[in-house]
């Protein structure tokens, strides 16, 4: 089984920064790439960012890109987010999102597990 839980959301100001955090357990198998997703009020979710195991790849949504940047601790089995220059269009339920493939995709349906969500939210 596999469990992951956010961390690290809040309330910030337009231009501030956030790390967030995902505690990974279970399967190491299961959790070879490592996702963040977000939703924003009334929208779908999206993909935001994206890590590989192997190589440590990654992959960023065009919105965040150079302003959001993905990592892992293996050794910790824990996966970030750290978020940068925060703008009101970020505001959204962040989450962490797992599958066993080793190849990277944007899509939701590519990943088996995911966390409960962590709210961020960005002020004006």
């Known amino acids: 089984q596999v469990q992951l839980v956010e961390s690290g959301g809040g309330l910030v100001q337009a231009g501030g920064s956030l790390r967030l955090s995902c505690s990974v357990s279970g399967r190491t198998a299961s959790t070879r790439t490592m996702a963040w997703f977000r939703q924003p009020p009334g929208k779908d979710r999206e993909f935001v960012s994206g890590i590989t195991g192997s190589v440590g790849m990654t992959d960023y949504a065009n919105s965040v890109r150079g302003r959001f940047t993905i990592s892992r601790d293996t050794a910790n089995n824990m996966v970030f987010l750290q978020m940068t220059n925060l703008k009101v269009e970020d505001t959204a339920v962040y989450y962490c999102?797992?599958?066993?493939?080793?190849?990277?995709?944007?899509?939701?349906?590519?990943?088996?597990?995911w966390g409960q969500g962590t709210q961020v939210t960005v002020s004006s």
């Open positions: 999102a797992a599958t066993g493939d080793y190849r990277l995709r944007q899509t939701q349906n590519w990943y088996d597990y």
